[in-house]
């Protein structure tokens, strides 16, 4: 079964349920009279991305941009790639990222070049999990679901090796399943 790969729970579905209102409720204030446009950075953000905007009472759009930096490994490559770029422009558009998980920052610092080329008005990112002791590029986020420590976490979007996003929970994977697959 896919829990038994699970050690431990990190942050349950009530913790998860209850701090993306709270996320939604900030940004719904932040953002009044305008119309902000999220972009969800597929795939781990996709779970994420569908609960904060759901969370967010004021107008605002949505949109979708695929990159990879990982492959099927646990340590970043240094190399992102453009999969799937946006549908609409966001030139003049308040724009809000939207990720799943902020590690060493290499994948926002390079997406952050990109979009800015784009002449947005403004520019803000929400990442559920934050984790700070392993950036190596200055990304700072905007509005953070959890710091998390510098564990192996999968679940609600999270993947090891494409397995483990329709885990309700985030869970720190059992060394194990990564160590001898
Ligand atoms: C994850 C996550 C971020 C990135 C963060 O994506 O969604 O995009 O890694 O890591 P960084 O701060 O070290 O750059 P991943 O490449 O695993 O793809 P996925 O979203 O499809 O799971």
Known sequence: MMHDDIERVLISEEELRARVQALGKEISADYVGKEPILISVLRGSYIFMADLTRAIDCYCTVDFMAVSSYGSGTVSSGQVNIIKDLSDSIEGKDVIVVEDILDSGNTLHYLFQLLDARHPASIRLATLLDKPSRRTKP???????????????????????????????????????????
């Not at 999270?158 to 160590?179: A, H």
């Open 139 to 181: 990304v700072q986020a905007n509005y953070v679901g959890f710091t998390v420590p510098d564990a192996f976490v999968v679940g609600y979007g999270l993947d090891y090796d494409e397995r483990y996003r329709n885990l309700p929970y985030i869970g720190v994977l059992k060394p194990c399943v990564y160590e001898h697959p």
